[in-house]
């Protein structure tokens, strides 16, 4: 046993874990919920990367359409009336349909890693609004982390979108349809996104060529990014501690940060027992919520009313209809620029909550635009129809409706 300890100790010193296991943390961090949830999107990510890896490893993205009966995709159907009767599905989705439906624990990966992209994002919001709260970018060095966790925060959502997008089924080609045709509206102030990002995929409307880019964005473009950014975010964190406590008595904000204590044993235990949490509820969503794998799209079908995109992007969607494109198309655009801007404009007073109630305005005014679109959006059927402004760089016998399938205008 005693070469067991030598090497557990060798990895301790070589690894630096020792001097990680007695960071000292403030107490007050420990018992206050609103400094959890980043723990949470972390973890999340992680879980999401080591599911992510093997669904990989069973995905295949194409847009080659195959009729295939419906007695193969429900071999367990023996009271299906037509056996004969074929639907046209893409590679894509067949492979998530094997994966999911036909590969021995598929379904419980695919859900497991589902569920775990909610909670990423649901994490991620709360510990967005949870930092707006405690007003964490006025401490010294807390703009920086601001500016990475925004940023985190917006590849958090894409992230989940595109992966939305590969099984390509009609809410994941809705997805696709209006992301591809939202870069567009940017050559009108003068960004030329639109012919960058039509430049780089080679076409405005969905491809091979395409769901093999977002595949590849998906599984290493933006995950390398984000895991960048968060290991700079915890070094930002290690080197200059957590957020101070929302109090306006600036000894008894002092006493509270000076009362730390190491990591190890009581943050720590706190983070195991996280995980587990988070594993076991994943696993109770798994099997009391379980996600169906949606209706299959074939290139050149429309995508029929009703259908709507995935919830992280619903409340955009909601506005959309609603309003005129070309304004909606500024709102997320603004309310990302603004939320980076913070930390110029609220340099004045301390952080507590008295001191800056307008900025708590702020925050539940971006959680009320949020979440009203969302349930909107869900609630409702908003019957107006979308159309692009102009055609921008599109193929001479084809044009793209904002939503919908490539139409022949020959």
Avoid: C
């Amino acid at each position: 046993m005693r070469w067991l300890v030598q090497l557990w100790e060798l990895i301790l010193e070589r690894f630096h874990l020792k001097e990680f296991l007695e960071h000292p943390v403030p107490r007050y961090s420990n018992i206050n919920p609103l400094y959890w949830f980043g723990d949470v999107a972390a973890v999340s990510f992680f879980l999401l990367a080591l599911t992510g890896f093997f669904l990989a490893l069973l995905y295949t993205p194409g847009m080659a359409v195959e009729q295939v009966p419906t007695s193969a995709l429900m071999p367990w159907d023996a009271l299906h009336p037509k056996e004969t009767e074929a639907v046209q599905a893409t590679q894509s989705y067949l492979s998530v349909y094997t994966i999911t439906y036909l590969t021995p624990f598929g379904f419980i990966l695919r859900q497991f890693h589902l569920w775990a992209a909610y909670m990423m994002i649901m994490a991620a919001f709360v510990h967005f609004f949870a930092k707006f709260v405690l007003g964490s970018y006025k401490r010294r060095g807390g703009g920086a982390l601001w500016f990475l966790g925004v940023l985190l925060g917006f590849l958090t959502v894409n992230q989940a979108v595109l992966g939305y997008i590969l099984p390509l089924h009609l809410d994941g080609i809705l997805a696709l349809l209006i992301g591809l045709n939202l870069f567009r509206y940017f050559d009108y102030i003068g960004i030329p996104v639109g012919g960058l990002i039509i430049a780089l995929l080679g076409s405005n409307y969905p491809t091979d060529a395409v769901i093999k880019m977002v595949y590849v964005a998906h599984i290493l473009v933006v995950p390398a990014i984000i895991l960048i950014l968060l290991g700079l975010k915890i070094q930002g964190i290690l080197y200059g501690g957590v957020s101070p406590p929302p109090v306006r008595d600036k000894e008894l904000a002092k006493k509270m940060v000076d009362d730390k204590e190491p990591f190890y044993p009581h943050r720590f235990a706190l983070m195991t027992g996280q995980v587990f949490l988070q594993i076991s509820l994943l696993l109770l969503l798994v099997a009391f919520f379980p996600q169906p794998l949606l209706e299959p799209w074939a290139p050149g079908e429309s995508v029929p009313a009703g259908v709507r995109p995935p919830w992280p992007v619903m409340w955009y969607y909601t506005y959309v209809k609603m309003i005129d494109p070309f304004i909606s198309v500024g709102i997320p655009i603004i309310m990302v620029l603004f939320a980076l801007v913070v930390p110029l404009l609220d340099r004045r007073g301390g952080n507590s909550i008295s001191e800056r109630w307008l900025w708590i305005l702020i925050a539940i005014i971006y959680m009320a635009i949020i979440g009203y679109g969302s349930v909107l959006g869900f609630i409702i059927d908003i019957p107006k129809q979308i159309t692009p402004f102009t055609r921008i760089a599109v193929p001479p016998d084809s044009a793209v409706p904002y939503i919908g399938a490539p139409t022949s205008i020959g």
